[in-house]
């Protein structure tokens, strides 16, 4: 089966865009090398974009809400709670930069049981339950640049039966997919290329 993934959810007017794209200049000073998931170090080998933190908080946290909820009750029915830190990722990908092949979440990322041989007891209970363990489950980004803007730098998924697509570079494209698609970003080439990237999380898969 191949994991749903839909687009085009939004039909957000380029003016709308230009006005968040406005009021977030100011992270344009915090960008930072980015990092891969579950690694702290930076990774050029795997991806190389630079990337700033949006709070959830900030009024776009409460519109791409709305997006992500309306896709999921569309597309998906997963159990959700909330976009993953509480915060957004802004991010830049000048000429050169890419991201290759990944996914966003699998059941390598959620703690492994570690159950006592004869007795059933799970040493990890207090993590997986009472902590209440969330994984991620959808992932979405918003396209900020238009298409003219730059050159390469297309996000392509494979689904499960190896069938390549690209997703469309239109400005103000809500892009909504499950976090186990396989997925990347490809070289750009030129111009720059800007996104808000970010996660939801939902209990553990059962």
Not at 38 to 55: L, M, T, V, Y
Not at 76 to 100: R, S, V
Not at 149 to 158: A, I, K, M, N
């Amino acid at each position: 089966m191949a994991f749903l993934t839909t687009w085009n959810m939004t039909d957000l007017p380029s003016e709308m865009i230009d006005i968040l794209e406005e009021d977030i200049k100011k992270f344009d000073n915090c960008q930072d090398k980015s990092k891969v998931m579950g690694n702290d170090e930076i990774a050029p080998k795997i991806r190389n974009s630079k990337n700033a933190w949006i709070p959830t908080e900030h009024w776009i946290g409460g519109w791409i809400w709305y997006y992500i909820q309306k896709a999921n009750r569309e597309n998906f029915l997963y159990d959700l709670y909330d976009i993953d830190g509480g915060n957004i990722q802004y991010t830049h990908y000048y000429p050169g930069d890419y991201y290759t092949w990944h996914i966003d979440g699998d059941i390598s990322t959620t703690f492994k049981p570690e159950i006592k041989p004869g007795t059933g007891e799970n040493l990890r209970d207090d993590q997986t339950f009472h902590k209440g363990e969330c994984v991620r489950k959808l992932s979405f980004s918003l396209q900020l640049s238009d298409a003219k803007d730059y050159r390469g730098g297309e996000v392509e998924f494979v689904n499960t039966a190896g069938e390549r697509y690209l997703a469309p570079k239109q400005k103000g494209t809500l892009i909504v997919f499950d976090s186990r698609t396989k997925h990347r970003v490809r070289t750009v080439k030129s111009g720059l290329r800007k996104s808000l990237v970010g996660w939801v999380v939902g209990p553990r898969w059962r």
